[in-house]
Each structure stands twice: as structure tokens, then as C-alpha cells.
């Protein structure tokens, strides 16, 4: 059982940067897949990035793509969300994930996903 919680985030300024990280706890994250998904204001939980076990496989969603960075440290269980030229419409509550893996192709699908965490706020001002 692997227990996940966000740090980061807040209330930041269009154009700025923040970065968001992930800790896993009663676990390793070095055998897992994991991934960041988003769930803004009346909208459902969306992909935001991926990386898989190896760090060398990763994948965005277009809107971010560019602009967003995911990163892991499997040595600290850490997953990493970098985001800059952060915009409104990134504003979201932001959920890390992970699951267990035995391939390096991190899913953009939310349903492979078998661990979250409770989510942090990030609200970008205008």
C-alpha cells in the first residue's frame, strides 16, 4: 500500500512559477508508474503528465506541454511538477498517482491509476 501527499502550490500570479511535489510514504515509488492529474472548477479530473519507473518515458497533455515539467526521485520518493508561465486556467486542485508497473510507459489514463493523493490547491490570479 503505497500513501501519497502533495505539497506546494497556493495562490500564484499568471506568468509565475511554482513547483509541486509528491512524497510516497509505507512504500517505494521505484516500481511504479506515476502521474499528475488536475480537477478544476466544475470540471472532471484531467491527465496532466506521466513518467514512468525509468524517468526516461513521459508524456503531457497538450495544454501543458512546454510549460509544465514532471521529474521523479526514486531514491527519496518524490515525483515532481514543475509548472511555469503558469495561466487562469490552470488553476486546480492537483493530484499526484501512482501504480504499479511492470513496463516504463506511465498511462495518461486516470483509471490505471491506483494510488492519489488528497490534492493541493493551485489558483492562478489574473
Known amino acids: 500500500q503505497v500513501h501519497l501527499e502533495e505539497s506546494g502550490g497556493g495562490l500564484v500570479q499568471a506568468g509565475a512559477s511554482t513547483k509541486l511535489s509528491c512524497v510516497a510514504s509505507?512504500?517505494?515509488?521505484?516500481?511504479?508508474?506515476l502521474g499528475w492529474f488536475r480537477q478544476g472548477p466544475g470540471k472532471g479530473r484531467e491527465f496532466v503528465a506521466s513518467?514512468?519507473?525509468?524517468?526516461?518515458?513521459?508524456f503531457y497533455t497538450d495544454n501543458v506541454k512546454g510549460r509544465f515539467t514532471i521529474s521523479r526521485d526514486n531514491a527519496n520518493n518524490t515525483v515532481y511538477l514543475q509548472m511555469d508561465t503558469l495561466k487562469p486556467e490552470d488553476t486546480a486542485v492537483y493530484y499526484c498517482?501512482?501504480?504499479?508497473?511492470?513496463?516504463?510507459?506511465?498511462?495518461?489514463?486516470?483509471?490505471?491509476?491506483?494510488?492519489w493523493g488528497r490534492g493541493t490547491q493551485v489558483t492562478v490570479s489574473s
Open positions: 498517482a501512482a501504480y504499479r508497473s511492470t513496463h516504463n510507459w506511465p498511462s495518461r489514463n486516470r483509471g490505471m491509476y491506483d494510488y
Open positions: 509505507e512504500g517505494t515509488l521505484s516500481n511504479y508508474n
Open positions: 513518467v514512468g519507473w525509468s524517468g526516461a518515458n513521459r
